[in-house]
């Protein structure tokens, strides 16, 4: 097999060591040196300059965690480093230490067989910090929303069941009373909005439960920690909005897309970068993003095709396309993304529908990206243009199956 690279190190990164294998080629002879660092600042230091000392040009490491990241920011800039998915670097069954781990990664390297992942730049990877963490705060305020509501049903407070946000405006100022300790049941229902459908007697009868001190002292926790989390994630939104600025033109644009709020844009800054060069093509990054089907067959068998799990850009992609189509009417359901989901509803149903359209929302996006280029929608007839004739052709076929006959005549 062709070696690619003479003199390259495969690390196998833990918590507290590196073991550093450094494969080098000179002819037909291979000699190989091995040396065990640990994971402080100068211990990485001190790898980076075992690797310079043996003329090391290529790096290749696995994605364990959160470990290879200290040794990246180390090694990056002196090396080519190449990050590679643990599950492809998988050792043949056997012997296995860490010294035959990094030997493996080593000659995985000298022949070109990692697949490199993405490993988007500084600025980048600061941002998608900022995003992802924002999203797993959002969700703990969900939670502790579901504790709240949860703490109102034991008491048979059916506050939930006439607004549809219990830590809404209203529902936050009913609460609050409840809490204080407030008996008059047509005092806080006075305190809805004036929006509110429900009227003064359903809140009165749904407020009417038995809340006791022990319910009380849970929703003031719950609450308390719901503010804090607001403000948390209103610090991180004003902090992202300020990394955002270097990418104003080309977030005013990805918002031009269906779908795509602020949010899902600076998402998908976060995720996939502004350099459009790092995927070949737009199929790539739809790998990438696990919005692909996959492909599974063997023997003239075909198995699963069912998409990877995706956590981050696979999640937002899904809930952009939902909003993209979910028109009813108007201009909005006017709209490509709208008639693609409608026109694979009928044959997929609606999961395999919805993960094209976010596959096709991706796509939109790098070619914006790469070209810079203004979103241009190919409208909802776009794909009875493209099948005009087969469309003229098919429904001649039912007319005669029904006994009619037709012939088919260009008009003027």
Known sequence: MEVLYARCAGLDVHKETVMACARLAAGASVARERETFGTTTRELVRLLEWL?????????????????????????????????????????????????????????????????????????????????????????HTQHVQRVQKVLEDANVKLASVLSDIVGASGRAMLDALCAGEHDLARIAALAHGRVKASQAELVAALDGTLRDHHRFLLRVHLRQIDALDAAIATLEARTEQCLRPFAKRLRRLKTIPGVS?????????????????????????????????????????????????????????????????????????????????????????KKAIVAVAASILTAAYHMLKNDTDYQDLGAQHFQRRAGKDVAYRLKRRLEEMGYSVELSTAA
């Not at 995720?271 to 692909?292: K, Q, R, Y």
């Not at 937002?316 to 009813?328: D, E, T």
Request: one cysteine or more; glycine letters at 8%.
């Open 52 to 140: 310079e000392h043996h003329g090391v040009t290529h790096v290749a490491l696995e994605a364990t965690g959160v470990y290879w990241k200290p040794v990246w920011h180390v090694l990056v800039g002196h090396v080519t480093l190449v990050l590679g998915k643990a599950s492809d670097m998988k050792q043949v069954p056997g012997r296995k230490s860490d010294v035959k781990d990094a030997e493996w990664i080593a000659d995985l390297l000298a022949h070109g067989l990692i697949r490199a992942s993405f490993v988007p730049p500084e600025p980048i990877q600061e941002l998608r910090d900022l995003t992802r963490t924002r999203r797993q705060l959002c969700g703990e």
């Open 262 to 350: 602020d949010i899902v844009a600076a998402v998908l800054l976060a995720e996939i970068g502004p350099d459009m060069n790092v995927f070949p093509t737009a199929a790539h990054l739809v790998s990438w993003a696990c919005l692909a089907p996959r492909l599974d067959g063997s023997a003239g068998k075909q198995r699963s095709t069912r998409t990877r799990k995706g956590q981050w850009l696979k999640a937002v992609l899904i809930q952009a396309a939902w909003a993209s189509v979910r028109a009813k009417r108007g201009a909005k359901a006017e709209t490509y993304l709208h008639a693609q989901f409608h026109r694979l509803r009928a044959r997929r149903g609606a």
